[in-house]
């Protein structure tokens, strides 16, 4: 939801709530969708304790995932047709993630090194595209090229901070023979091509704008401070700080351009 919000913050165009808040419905239903049918003989058994905790609340899982769904429903009606389309396609990435929609195909997870630039791809629609064919499609109009920089600052942010979530399950990834990127370039490799990424997003933030704006400013802090993160990553192995801090940079580039554009505005 955030994620959505800062899409609208730094195109300087209203928010479009209904957008905000399906998307959060949305990544809700899929997420919680994506452990249901990933569910192991034996829950309890698992050594993350994420899993102990959602199959100890599984009523409540299954409670929360409909009720969002429900609640998708009627949003979908305030959408034009292409941005349905949009959201149709990325709904079919995500659940093609865990499941796959013909029988011949196999889960796009389990195509080698792919895993995390589905989850980047399956972000960078919901949150850049969807807002932006939304706007286009009411008389706001979003350049492609616009579109195409702000989608790809978007990407190499999300497959930054998704890199350490491979990195921590780089053990049982190889028992299960699941090829991510930290099981074909290692771990110190990804976390070398994670700092990269983000060198990468701080470039195209300064070099493809007319000034230096607070948002730039913002969005550089928290990339600065993803990228402490990311090194401390290598160390930490507490699912907390990464479900927390490296998932909460999401909501804090947010947070951080939205305080500081109203502090600018204040002045």
Known sequence: MAQ????????GAP???????????GTLFLYNFSMIMARPANPMS????????????YRLVLG???????LMAPLMFTFEFRTLTVLFFTGLIAISYNRPVLKKLSNLRDVPGAKLFIISLVWTL???????????STGYFVSG?????????????????????????????????????????????????????????IIILLIFVDRISIATIGLILVTLITGWLIFKS??????????????????????????????????
């Open 4 to 11: 959505v919000g800062l899409t609208y913050l730094l195109l």
């Open 15 to 25: 928010v479009d709530y209904f957008a905000v808040f399906f998307t959060g419905c």
């Open 46 to 57: 698992s050594p993350h304790r994420r899993v102990h905790w959602i199959y100890s609340h």
């Open 64 to 70: 929360l995932s409909a009720g969002a769904l429900l």
């Open 126 to 136: 919901s949150c850049v595209y969807v807002p932006i064919v939304e706007l286009n």
């Open 145 to 201: 090229t616009d579109t195409l920089l702000l989608a790809a600052k978007r990407f190499l942010f999300i497959t930054a901070i998704t890199i350490p979530f491979d990195i921590r399950d780089l053990f049982q990834d190889q028992k299960y023979n699941l090829k991510t990127l930290p099981v074909l370039l290692g771990g110190k490799k990804s976390l070398l091509f994670c700092q990269t990424l983000l060198v990468l997003y």
């Open 234 to 267: 290598k160390w930490e192995k507490n699912e907390y700080f990464y479900f927390l801090f490296l998932d909460g940079t999401l909501a804090l580039q947010f947070l951080s351009v939205w305080s500081l554009q109203s502090l600018t505005r204040s002045l």
